[in-house]
Antibody, heavy 115, light 113 residues
Framework: EVNLLESGGGFIQPGGSLRLSCAAS????????MTWVRQAPGKGLEWVSD????????YYADSVKGRFTISRDNSENMLYLQMNSLRAEDSAIYYC????????WGQGTLVTVSS | DVVMTQSPLSLPVTLGQPASISCRSS???????????LNWFQQRPGQSPRRLIY???NRDSGVPDRFSGSGSGTDFTLKISRVEAEDVGVYYC??????????FGGGTKVEIK
């Protein structure tokens, strides 16, 4: 059974940094693109970032480019999202998602950016 | 970026009756490989999204056969043949043909009349 467990969310002031983690199990992690998708409170879904299977290609939404960094550790089955220079508009639930076509989603971790 | 437009925004449905959601893309979703990367997701209240349909019309494992997807090019439809109480939630379409970025529709809220 595929399981994706996010952690690392919390309350942070504007300009601060957070690192989200996602522990993956139930599938061959190193064989899949991994994705972060976010959802602001009461809003729709927004793609944030992708990383390819071996971690040497990464892609970002324009809204986070230069501030967020996606990475992975295939030896530990872990996905990460380093978020710097956080803004109020980054407040959202962040979902760890398996595959480029989003077949399995974690339960999400809430990030709140506020002064 | 490809813009995905869903309608209606809200869809009140009587239990046991059919429901239909439209999704239109700002450009054709037929990829260079001939595939059309259009997915549908269901998000029940308080839950994470769940993929229902991939590549226009393929149901994911465990998805009831009352859900079906159709369409081509820029026009796509998700149909629920007979709505059940557990179908309440928000439905999203998503394109992956012109990635990056993946882009989602704004969502359609299905509720029971």
């Amino acid at each position: 059974e595929v399981n994706l467990l996010e952690s690392g969310g919390g309350f942070i002031q504007p300009g601060g940094s957070l690192r989200l983690s996602c522990a993956a199990s139930g599938f061959t992690f190193s064989s899949y693109v991994m994705t972060w998708v976010r959802q602001a409170p009461g809003k729709g879904l927004e793609w944030v970032s992708d990383i390819n299977e071996n971690g040497d290609s990464t892609y970002y939404a324009d809204s986070v480019k230069g501030r967020f960094t996606i990475s992975r550790d295939n030896s530990e089955n872990m996905l990460y999202l380093q978020m710097n220079s956080l803004r109020a508009e980054d407040s959202a639930i962040y979902y760890c998602v398996k595959g480029g076509w989003c077949d399995y989603w974690g339960q999400g971790t809430l990030v709140t950016v506020s002064s | 970026d490809v813009v995905m437009t869903q309608s209606p925004l809200s869809l009140p449905v009587t239990l046991g009756q059919p429901a239909s959601i439209s999704c239109r893309s700002s450009q054709s979703l037929v990829g260079s490989d001939g595939n059309t990367y259009l997915n549908w997701f269901q998000q029940r209240p308080g839950q994470s999204p769940r993929r229902l349909i991939y590549k226009v019309s393929n149901r994911d494992s465990g998805v009831p056969d009352r859900f079906s997807g159709s369409g081509s090019g820029t026009d796509f439809t998700l149909k629920i043949s007979r709505v059940e109480a557990e179908d309440v939630g928000v439905y999203y379409c998503m394109q992956g043909t012109h990635w990056p970025p993946l882009t989602f529709g704004g969502g359609t809220k299905v509720e029971i009349k």
